[in-house]
């Protein structure tokens, strides 16, 4: 236990916890030992007070407990926390530190009490002796704290002698809303035969103030007693775990529920289970409706639990009737149930349901036969819902639910379910493949061709690369494939990308090809969950054509396309869409023994010719990448090339050191004009390079040294241009100035995956280099302006906004009384600098600007604010009942502010006759906003101020 006498700060007031040695802000008492830190390092609100045992029936020894609860999707370590109690915020208040290795599971509740562990009951799960002393009857302030974190803290008040102080059953917990004592009530549940409570399970609601009405329900205008439903009054019969669409997956998921008699659903409670949990506790219990409201349901109808009402937000469906506050389990073998509060405390369970498998976008749906709380429970009368709504996926949310069919051998045609008929061996084989298309890039106009021999369906065909399967036909997130009907002689083409106008002009209704073939080789194959039907290993690809089976072969089906023999590459004779070579969709032309080209010349569509060689000031080298971040430097690396002159590719030297690396062949001839960039590039797979632009060169052998070196791209033993380099930042491309052809700089624009450069676009101009104590106005480097005493006068602050959370409403405003750039501003608490303005660009303000410091920047989430000059994020907070701050530049303090009260959703305005920062100093001369700005909250951000009245 850390108990000592020593006045310091807290979040909550400098008085509440003075003495107490929390976390890392104290030594220890009588020493200079730190304070034991917080393993799990929480932020607040990540753990919540939700019932605490201060007056037990007969002596308070013993008996009092305090109730914690994780609401976080991560198991917390209880490690260095700190528990701490005050009679008021006068107390020096009691500490104890937990040192066990243990955790709180993620939605579980975790209990300490004062009992000695030698008689610990069962439902308190760790002791703290007398470290906190006796707990005030009728009332006192409990804190959880992580190092220096308050993570919550509750004042409450006296429950009567027996019955705990229980946070609202009815109500999610919440570290904010358990700051309103209206939302706590004493229990009325007995859970060890004297005393009233719930220890280690979810609350019972908070029933009605009004003693008179207690147990029951407000019908409209009337109250009554609830009519409680039983085991068979209500029904589960669709679930949807995993939904499709847009929406976010917590805003789209719901459950439906039958309603087989007439009930009311006052105090429902909705849980989820993960895996076979043997009893279901209060732990499993996510939510429970409001005890207070009857909500009564009539039998035959459905109700809809889902995260969102709106329809735009949670994918299109046509009804909801209560919106949920948890997620369901995506996990095979997880379940929902319905229940109420049993006199134990835990949950009495109405119906449970658990899905043995989940699908993408298909609701888990119970065949109207099997519309029974038993027979629900047997998996064969559930299936996946083949009828769509919205966009969130297949299911019948709100309306009875159509039957479920032996669906086994069968597909969707349409939305018809037929008998499939799959490929058997020989029925379908590959003939034509695309590796390395010309016209467009790898990720765009890949495509591969399969022959059809008999009348088949394609859905459910998988194929794949090098003994993997990558993809499966006709899956449509259900429990059926789309068919895909094909007929025997037809040819099926599937390809990355469906537009012709992106794919290098591909026919009309391919099937999606979802992985990427190597250029320099593998294997492809096609087959059924049974096996293989066909493998085709190919060779190197050859860029700009296709590999395709010589028609010869067809007649031998599979085994004809076993022989590399019978495979030749597409000719400029069979040219399709925009200049790639290949047959897609069609009969492959004859494979035909062409003469090899003259000695040294290229084919320029069907012309040959001598390539045209690069002179000595036709390229530059403008931008390279010698350590990739997001991907392998094996994977990622690349250079662009400016072209400054009308040349071929063609014999082109890449190397380094004066050692030629690679050299670029090409049968066609590759021209390129003056004034294009190229890039080259180590792998062209866009999936793996780190998601470059289609390169024009994939090259080979050459690796380029992170440490430093150098590169150069020549012609017939000659280098045209080299450059050199110390050395290289991760992830970062080396850019050369489009101002100065000598000047390197760091790159600065992401790419693709994340790493930085302008591969095959125009480059920024390189920053100007920027001194101490300099800012850049414009392009030109000047000293910054700095301000002094007297510059500037806080104006207003917000510590308390309504219309959103402290976290992202709190802001500061600012007036200038002089010209000054905010570069270097810090701003600070306590005499300690939390945050301080760094930014290259010069920020200037002039005499009579209103400039704003706010912690959240998006007008989105701050509740309105107007242009925001300087964020500061989690650096400070406002305390909402007293705090002090201060702005200040180079460590010396230019004006500061105390208050000692702030009102919610309106700032502390400075009256406009006391603009000064010696007259704020006086807390009389602020007064609460008046005026509304953005979402509500009342003050004047960037404004001048209002006289105070």
Not at 659 to 678: H, I, N, Q, S, W
Request: hydrophobic share 35%; net charge negative.
């Amino acid at each position: 236990m850390n108990h000592c006498s020593r006045t310091y700060r807290s979040v909550l007031g400098p008085a509440l916890l003075a003495g107490l040695c929390l976390g890392g802000l104290l030594s220890a008492c009588g020493s200079e030992t730190a304070a034991q830190p917080c393993e799990a390092d929480l932020k607040a609100g990540e753990l919540i007070i939700t019932e605490i045992m201060s007056a037990p029936t007969g002596s308070d020894e013993g008996q009092e407990w305090i109730e914690i609860y994780n609401p976080t999707d991560r198991a917390v370590s209880l490690k260095g926390l700190g528990l701490a109690y005050a009679d008021d915020r006068e107390d020096s208040g009691n500490l104890y530190t937990f040192d066990i290795d243990t955790e709180i599971a993620p939605g579980a509740y975790y209990v300490v009490g004062s009992v000695e562990p030698e008689f610990q009951p069962e439902f308190i799960d760790h002791s703290y002796g007398k470290s906190l002393g006796r707990l005030g009857d009728n009332d006192g302030i409990i804190q959880v704290q992580c190092g220096t974190t308050v993570v919550d803290e509750v004042e409450y008040e006296h429950s009567g002698e027996g019955s705990s102080n229980l946070f609202d059953g009815a109500l999610a917990p919440s570290a904010e809303d358990n700051d309103d004592n209206s939302n706590w009530c004493a229990a009325s549940e007995s859970y060890d035969g004297e005393n009233n409570g719930s220890p280690g399970m979810a609350n019972q609601p908070c029933m009605s103030s009004d003693p008179e009405n207690t147990g029951r329900c407000r019908d409209g205008e009337t109250w009554r007693e609830p009519k409680k439903p039983q085991v068979g009054d209500l029904i589960i019969t669709e679930v949807m775990t995993d939904p499709t669409g847009d929406a976010k997956p917590e805003d789209a998921e719901w459950f439906e529920v039958y309603v087989a008699n007439d009930v009311d659903l006052a105090g429902l409670q909705l849980g989820t289970t993960q895996g076979d949990e043997g009893v279901l506790t209060g732990a499993n219990v996510r939510m429970t409706l409001d005890a207070e409201e009857c909500q009564p349901v009539s039998a035959g109808s459905y109700i809809v639990f889902a995260g969102e009402v709106d329809p735009n937000l949670n994918g299109g469906l046509p009804q909801v009737d209560f919106k949920i506050n948890f997620s369901l389990y995506n996990s095979d073998g997880a379940g929902v149930f319905v229940s109420t509060l049993a006199k134990t405390g835990g949950p009495d369970v109405i119906d449970a349901m658990s899905y043995p498998e989940v699908v993408d976008g298909a609701a888990r749906s119970l065949s109207p036969e099997a519309l029974d709380h038993q027979l629900n429970d047997d998996v064969d009368n559930w299936c996946f819902a083949s009828e769509s709504y919205g966009d969130g996926g297949n299911g019948s949310p709100g309306a009875a639910n159509p039957a479920c069919v032996d669906t086994t051998g069968m597909c969707l045609d349409g939305d018809t379910p037929i008998t499939l008929t799959p490929p058997a061996a020989g029925d379908i084989f590959l003939t034509e493949l695309m590796p390395d298309p010309s016209a467009v890039g790898d990720t765009e106009g890949e495509w591969i061709e399969l022959f059809v021999a008999a009348d088949t369906h394609l859905g459910g065909l998988q194929i794949g690369k090098d003994g993997t399967v990558e993809q499966t036909l006709g899956d449509t997130g259900g429990q059926l494939f789309d068919c895909l009907a094909v007929s025997a002689g037809t040819h099926v083409l599937l390809a990355s990308n469906a537009n012709p106008a992106d794919n290098g002009g591909l026919p009309e209704g391919v099937l999606p090809l979802d992985f990427s073939l190597a250029n320099g080789g593998g294997e492809v194959f096609v087959g059924t969950p049974e096996g293989p039907l066909d493998t085709v290993t190919y060779p190197g690809a050859t860029s700009g054509a296709s590999l395709k089976l010589n028609p010869e072969a067809y007649p031998l089906g599979a085994e004809g396309n076993d022989n590399p023999m019978n495979w030749c590459v597409a000719t400029a004779a069979e040219t399709y869409g925009t200049g790639d070579f290949g047959t897609p969709g069609q009969m492959n032309g004859p494979c035909v023994d062409d003469p090899d080209p003259p000695m040294g010349e290229c084919d320029d569509n069907g012309m040959m010719r001598l390539p045209v060689a690069p002179g000595p000031d036709d390229l530059r080298i403008s931008e390279f990448m010698p350590d990739p971040s997001a991907v392998t430097d094996g994977a990622g690396e690349w250079f662009e090339v400016q072209v400054l002159g009308d040349f071929d590719l063609n014999n082109l030297e890449l190397g380094k050191a004066a050692d030629v690396k690679f050299t670029y062949e090409d049968p066609a001839c590759r021209p390129v004009t003056a004034g294009t960039t190229l890039v080259f590039a180590v792998n062209g797979n866009e999936l793996e390079n780190g998601g470059l632009p289609p390169p024009d060169i994939v090259y080979s052998g050459l690796s380029l040294t992170n440490s430093g070196g150098d590169l150069f791209v020549g012609h017939g033993g000659q280098a045209i241009d080299t450059v050199m380099y110390n050395g290289s930042t991760a992830g970062t491309a080396r850019s050369l100035d489009p101002n100065d052809n000598t000047t390197f700089c760091d790159a600065v624009d992401p790419y693709g995956d994340g790493d930085l450069g302008t591969p095959g676009t125009a480059n920024p101009a390189c920053p100007v280099q920027v001194g101490p104590g300099e800012c850049l106005d414009g392009n030109i480097a000047r000293e910054i302006v700095a301000p002094a005493i007297g510059d500037l006068v806080i104006t207003e602050f917000i510590p308390n906004p309504d219309a959103v959370g402290d976290t992202a409403g709190e802001w500061i405003e600012v007036a200038a009384l002089a010209s000054f750039d905010l570069n270097g501003l810090q701003l600070g608490e306590q005499g300690q600098v939390e945050f301080t303005y760094e930014v290259t660009d010069c920020a200037p303000v002039n005499p009579g600007d209103h400039f704003l410091l706010a912690r959240n920047g998006n007008p989105l989430e701050n509740g309105g604010l107007p242009e925001v000059a300087i964020v500061y994020g989690s650096a400070l907070s406002l305390t909402n009942s007293a705090d002090d701050f201060f702005i200040a530049y180079n460590d010396e303090v230019l004006d500061s502010v105390a208050y000692t009260q702030s009102a919610t959703g309106k700032s502390r305005s400075l009256d406009i006759m006391a603009y000064d920062p010696l007259q704020n100093d006086d807390e009389m001369n602020f007064c609460d906003g008046v005026m509304a700005y953005g979402d509500g909250d009342l003050g004047t951000p960037g404004q001048e101020n209002p006289a105070c009245m």
